[in-house]
């Protein structure tokens, strides 16, 4: 027996072969598109970049998109335009993609490419953060510590640092540190303080080193040792933190954590934290003028000199 053929159907699923092979085929011009744009973005070649990131985007290649917002908003191969970078954004965005997001929302926060938005701001970052994108996690953390778009809200502020902490965010980390402290969001805790200081230290954030050195100098949340203070406040003054200076000229002041009283490493210390605006670092040197030798005081001074010259040049490309 000979089974008759629904055409219709027939037709159909021809229909659907088609539209499938031309899915398949639109991907891979995108993806070419997409992989030669990105060489030439990375060999700084925009314009290139931007025509072929074009091509593969508005055939809602999410990758593609990203790029092109990045280069709208960057200013790169092309003048500046917020507004046409949140569009490429906002549709990478709407695709999932969380470094997309993140963009849409900052953009939202700033008022660029838009209106202020902090609510749409909260949102996006929420969904980035949902992905686990560590700056929209921390940038969470800081709308809600500080009531942007929303009433403060001092536990949720600790729940999105300590996503972003332990994601590796090291200024998350010293946030946290702080909210452990003094006690905000959560019970005050000096030993959770000081553990979630020395990450954030150990990643070279400079309040959060000169801070483990108050630990340290202290007994707060660990053993006093004046030795680890000196240690950790120099990596701080090293970084510029003016605290951290004026707490090294104390220590060398009063022999802690050295052998003994060290008065012109304690004149430089002052003097260098002076400079940097530090105000009781101005009494401080007005008193030891008063019993340091003239030449003690010189040597002091040009030590300082060249000890911010010295930095100064570790700091050039």
Request: charged share 20%; aromatic share 12%.
């Amino acid at each position: 027996m000979v089974h008759a053929v629904d055409l219709p159907t027939m037709k159909k699923f021809t229909l659907s072969i088609s539209l499938l092979i031309l899915g398949s085929s639109l991907a891979l011009a995108a993806q070419a598109d997409f992989e030669t744009g990105l060489a030439a973005y990375e060999a700084q070649d925009y314009a290139k970049a931007m025509t072929e990131f074009r091509a593969a985007a508005e055939q809602g290649d999410i990758r593609s998109q990203f790029y092109m917002g990045s280069l709208y908003d960057k200013a790169m191969g092309v003048t500046q335009d917020y507004a046409e970078a949140y569009r490429w954004y906002e549709l990478a965005a709407n695709q999932g993609d969380p470094a997309a997001q993140y963009a849409v929302a900052t953009m939202n926060f700033y008022g660029q490419g838009k209106a202020e938005d902090y609510g749409q701001a909260i949102q996006w970052y929420g969904k980035a953060a949902a992905q686990g994108h560590r700056d929209s996690q921390y940038n969470l953390g800081i709308m809600h510590a500080n009531g942007y778009g929303t009433p403060p809200d001092a536990t949720e502020a600790h729940k999105w640092f300590l996503a972003a902490a332990e994601g590796g965010k090291a200024d998350a980390q010293y946030n946290l540190g702080i909210m452990f402290q003094d006690g905000v969001g959560v019970m005050a805790d000096p030993i959770q303080a000081f553990g979630w200081f020395v990450r954030a230290g150990e990643q070279g954030v400079a309040p959060a080193q000169a801070r483990v050195g108050i630990a340290y100098a202290s007994g707060q949340g660990v053993e006093r040792d004046y030795v680890k203070a000196r240690e950790w406040f120099t990596l701080a003054a090293e970084r510029g933190d003016v605290p951290a200076q004026a707490f090294l000229g104390r220590l060398y002041l009063n022999g802690l954590g050295i052998d003994e009283q060290d008065l012109v490493s304690a004149y430089m210390w002052f003097k260098i934290a002076n400079d940097n605006g530090d105000q009781e670092a101005t009494n401080v040197l007005a008193t030891l003028r008063g019993y340091m030798k003239p030449d003690d005081i010189t040597n002091a001074e040009q030590s300082a000199i060249r000890w911010v010259s010295n930095q100064r040049a570790s700091r050039r490309p």
